[in-house]
T-cell receptor
Framework: QKEVEQDPGPLSVPEGAIVSLNCTYS??????FMWYRQYSRKGPELLMY????GNKEDGRFTAQVDKSSKYISLFIRDSQPSDSATYLC???????????FGPGTRLSVLP | GAVVSQHPSWVICKSGTSVKIECRSL??????MFWYRQFPKQSLMLMAT?????????EQGVEKDKFLINHASLTLSTLTVTSAHPEDSSFYIC???????????FGSGTRLTVV
């Protein structure tokens, strides 16, 4: 079993839809969770950063962490064609410096 | 916010030559930088962790003599691909963090093509 699993997609949705992106993980020691957006041939861009369980909202983006289920989600409301990208989840424990990345989900928002 | 500047954004080189990629933290000091490699439609693969003033820590399977990492100052880390071969063609990305309670900021990436 991989340490972090993520559906690679592609996921296609119509403009305006609510998008749900998810990652599951196996290491219960993970405490820090991040979501990145990566456009083709560009470096990843940090979208959300959360610590431990709970929800965090920023504009159209909401991140949820459920540590009991080892499951994290990123919701995008009112999706736009400009949201079309690959979304990567990443996580680490309290001690390590390096984050473990999921494989990424390719999202296409169709106008 | 934290900005990491990576250069060049793309480079084409001949087999057998060496290529240097630079990453600079523009508005903060980066004690640690990470170097990743990414193949098309795949996720980021950590190559090495670069610590200022000391030797880099390489991940299993990454050739230390081929991928030379230097972190001589708190704002600059370099990755040199030595004696490049076509199979080294890939997207290379660096990242750094302001600290434990912050996320990691990535450079814009370098697309290396070895012909």
């Amino acid at each position: 079993q991989k340490e972090v699993e993520q559906d690679p997609g592609p996921l296609s949705v119509p403009e305006g839809a609510i998008v749900s992106l998810n990652c599951t993980y196996s290491n219960s020691a993970f405490q820090y969770f991040m979501w990145y957006r990566q456009y083709s041939r560009k470096g990843p861009e940090l979208l959300m950063y959360t610590y431990s369980s709970g929800n965090k909202e920023d504009g159209r983006f909401t991140a949820q962490v459920d540590k009991s289920s080892k499951y994290i989600s990123l919701f995008i409301r009112d999706s736009q064609p400009s949201d079309s990208a690959t979304y990567l989840c990443a996580m680490r424990n309290n001690y390590g410096q390096n984050f473990v990345f999921g494989p990424g989900t390719r999202l296409s928002v169709l106008p | 916010g934290a900005v990491v500047s990576q250069h060049p954004s793309w480079v084409i080189c001949k087999s057998g030559t060496s290529v240097k990629i630079e990453c600079r933290s523009l508005d903060f000091q980066a004690t640690t930088m990470f170097w990743y490699r990414q193949f098309p439609k795949q996720s980021l693969m950590l190559m090495a962790t670069s610590n200022e003033g000391s030797k880099a820590t390489y991940e299993q399977g990454v050739e230390k003599d081929k991928f030379l990492i230097n972190h001589a100052s708190l704002t600059l880390s370099t990755l040199t691909v030595t004696s490049a071969h076509p199979e080294d063609s890939s997207f290379y990305i660096c990242s750094a963090s302001l600290g434990q309670n912050y996320g990691y900021t990535f450079g814009s990436g370098t697309r290396l093509t070895v012909v």
